[in-house]
T-cell receptor, first 113, second 115 residues
Framework: AAGVIQSPRHLIKEKRETATLKCYPI?????VYWYQQGPGQDPQFLIS???????DKGSIPDRFSAQQFSDYHSELNMSSLELGDSALYFC????????????FGPGTRLTVL | GQQLNQSPQSMFIQEGEDVSMNCTSS?????WLWYKQDPGEGPVLLIA?????ELTSNGRLTAQFGITRKDSFLNISASIPSDVGIYFC???????????????FGEGTQLTVNP
């Protein structure tokens, strides 16, 4: 079965640079979620989109923005990167009518040097 | 905000043993989920629970949604080496039933299975 696709899988950036992470949800899923997981931590919710509209917002820095496109894929844009932004970034997707079950992608490992 | 307390933090068991882990919350959740995560990979959904008191099995895994809606447990029977990993509970809270509701995760239980 098709799963959530994230790209790139690994990303290395310098401080103050920008990064764009992409997420392609499971086919027919219309809701995407972004989570950040630091080393040894549990995933922390950043933001979610349903039908291309922001539906929930967590502890996402103002330096980050995200959007969902007409094909339901989503992009997380991160600017003025800081060392502390180094983490695993996961995208998850769900069907709107069964939104309880969120399926996670393999993640993007961002390293900020 | 909502917080989930997951215990134990780590477990070291012998192959074939049963294991149990649980999560408690200060707030009510509408849904409890259990995920397993391998190093550097995304969490994989194991079991989803939707109703207070619900008991659900998935192979050797059994999970229950606490009657107070503030807790859940996961049992793994007859553990095998491939059960090694980090197990997370996650709650979907009372934000309404519309899609887009965040998951709040527990701190995770690191399971080690000795052959």
């Amino acid at each position: 079965a098709a799963g959530v696709i994230q790209s790139p899988r690994h990303l290395i950036k310098e401080k103050r640079e920008t990064a764009t992470l992409k997420c392609y949800p499971i086919p027919r899923h219309d809701t995407v979620y972004w989570y950040q997981q630091g080393p040894g931590q549990d995933p922390q919710f950043l933001i979610s989109f349903y039908e291309k509209m922001q539906s929930d917002k967590g502890s996402i820095p103002d330096r980050f923005s995200a959007q969902q496109f007409s094909d339901y894929h989503s992009e997380l844009n991160m600017s003025s990167l800081e060392l502390g932004d180094s983490a695993l970034y996961f995208c998850a997707s769900s069907l709107s009518h069964a939104g309880n079950e969120q399926f996670f992608g393999p993640g993007t490992r961002l390293t900020v040097l | 905000g909502q917080q989930l307390n997951q215990s134990p933090q780590s477990m070291f068991i012998q192959e074939g043993e049963d294991v149990s882990m649980n999560c408690t919350s200060s707030s009510i959740f509408n849904t409890w989920l259990w995920y397993k995560q391998d190093p550097g990979e995304g969490p994989v959904l194991l079991i989803a629970l939707y109703k207070a008191g619900e008991l659900t099995s998935n192979g050797r895994l059994t999970a229950q949604f606490g009657i107070t809606r503030k807790d859940s447990f996961l049992n793994i029977s007859a553990s095998i080496p491939s059960d090694v990993g980090i197990y997370f509970c996650a709650g979907r809270g009372s934000y309404g039933e519309t899609s887009g509701s965040r998951l709040t995760f527990g701190e995770g239980t690191q399971l080690t299975v000795n052959p």
